[in-house]
């Protein structure tokens, strides 16, 4: 008999109730304990603690949502705890894990369209948190890494729509993009207003009147992630899928866009 114990913290409440595998990635096992949950990234020879925000609560229960890649648990007292996308946990290999930088091959993101319940209760005790909107891009910094962190989404086109600001902790890291492209210029008039003609308005012009700088959701389609690290640079795609319960179509969007466009450069 092999005992498959090592990492795990010796204490009264650390026996398992459940152990799941990963369904995409061979040996990459999740266990649930009576006070945590840990992962093992090479079929049980090693443990690390999974814990990150989840209270130290029994966990009874283990799955892989597979068509988002969420791995969600079921604790005591019917508590449900997810992590959402897990695809840097498959991909975290010992190439990567010795590597400087990463760049993962990064999760489908939905554009969603927000819609309204049409009734919702004050303080409902047993409502949930939604995870971040968008796309959530991760990747991978070696201890030491120096140089800012800069992530950039590049269109079909090339023509960049949104540049981010990333973390620079050793280990996973991620951003997340909410879909929208960078802010427009601010809108500037140069004229007194008609009900007020004795306003000064200075040479340079002055901020319009309620109105501010906006931005625009960007339509479905592939993109590229650039990943910038001090001098290194890494690339991968990024598909954003149109919401299936949008009555609207592609060219309708790609429609919306156009407008926008005409209007920014009028």
């Known amino acids: 008999m092999t005992q498959i114990t090592n990492g795990i913290d010796a204490t009264p409440l650390s ?22 949950i840990y992962v093992s990234f090479d079929d049980g020879a090693t443990w690390q603690p999974l814990q990150t925000n989840l209270p130290h609560a029994p966990v009874y229960g283990i799955v892989v949502q597979e068509h988002f890649n ?18 840097p946990l498959q991909q975290l290999t010992a190439d990567v894990m010795q590597s400087d930088v990463h760049l993962f091959e990064q999760r489908p993101a939905y554009r969603f369209l927000a819609i309204q319940s049409p009734f919702a209760p004050f303080e409902d005790p047993v409502q949930g948190q939604n995870p971040a909107y968008g796309a959530s891009i991760n990747y991978w910094l070696g201890a030491g890494v120096d140089g800012p962190v800069t992530v950039t989404i590049e269109d079909g086109t090339g023509e960049v729509v949104r540049t981010l600001e990333g973390g ?31 306003v000064q308005v200075p040479v340079e012009g002055r901020p319009a009147p309620g109105v501010g700088r906006v931005s625009r959701r960007m339509p479905p389609g592939t993109y590229a992630v650039r990943l910038t690290v001090g001098d290194q640079e890494q690339t ?16 309708d969007i790609a429609e919306q866009g156009s407008c926008w466009t005409m209007s920014r450069s009028s």
Do not use: C, K
């Not at 026996?15 to 945590?36: C, K, S």
């Not at 969420?70 to 695809?87: C, E, N, P, Q």
């Not at 997340?176 to 601010?186: R, T």
């Not at 991968?236 to 149109?242: H, Q």
């Open 236 to 251: 991968t795609p990024l598909e954003v899928i149109l919401d299936p319960n949008s009555n609207g179509t592609e060219a």
């Open 70 to 87: 969420d791995l969600v648990i079921g604790t005591y007292g019917r508590g449900f705890w997810i992590m959402d996308d897990i695809t």
């Open 168 to 198: 620079a902790a050793p280990g996973i890291n991620r951003v997340q993009w909410d879909l929208q492209s960078e802010l427009s210029e601010e809108p500037i008039v140069r004229t007194a207003p008609l009900y007020a003609p004795e």
């Open 15 to 36: 026996y398992a109730r459940w152990i799941e595998e990963d369904p995409v990635r061979a040996g990459l096992l999740y266990a649930g304990f009576e006070n945590a």
